[in-house]
């Protein structure tokens, strides 16, 4: 009896382990929102790229971009990083940033996307 309950236990544990990580893959690939209740409401605004930097990937030939961009909230100036690969494309100072920040603490931000601005 005591060794089913063991099985059984373990089985529980490896499904609630493939559960997690399988949700977190696709929460990452899909670019999940937690429920607000959880982190707070989030706004959405355009920042600026101000400084790129280089990070080369061991062994790999390739370097990602570290971007360093700015926002402005209720005319309070924010500063943020992130580290930009393949997927997001060469990315130039200058260019746009969209920035989703949590609402009662601007400082918080995450980079989700980013656009060429056109020069006049």
Same mark, same amino acid.
């Given at each position: 009896?005591?060794? =089913? %309950? ?6 529980? &544990? =490896?499904?609630? =382990?493939?559960? &997690?990580?399988? @949700?977190?893959?696709?929460? #990452? #690939? ?5 429920? &607000? @209740? ?10 600026? @790229? ?15 971009? @570290? ?18 690969g393949k997927r997001w494309? %060469? ?7 969209k920035v989703r920040y %949590? =609402? ?5 931000n995450r980079a989700v996307? #980013? ?6």
């Amino acid at each position: 009896m005591r060794k =089913i %309950l063991n099985i059984v236990v373990t089985a529980v &544990a =490896i499904l609630g =382990i493939a559960a &997690a990580v399988t @949700i977190a893959v696709v929460g #990452f #690939f899909y670019d999940f929102k937690p429920p &607000a @209740i959880l982190i707070g409401k989030t706004a959405e605004v355009r920042g600026e @790229i101000t400084e790129i930097g280089w990070r080369p990937v061991p062994r790999g030939g390739y370097a990602y971009q @570290i971007v360093t961009y700015v926002y402005n909230v209720d005319s309070v100036e924010y500063t943020g990083t992130k580290q930009v690969g393949k997927r997001w494309g %060469l990315r130039k100072t200058g260019d746009g940033v969209k920035v989703r920040y %949590l =609402i009662r603490k601007p400082s918080r931000n995450r980079a989700v996307g #980013f656009y060429e601005v056109k020069k006049k």
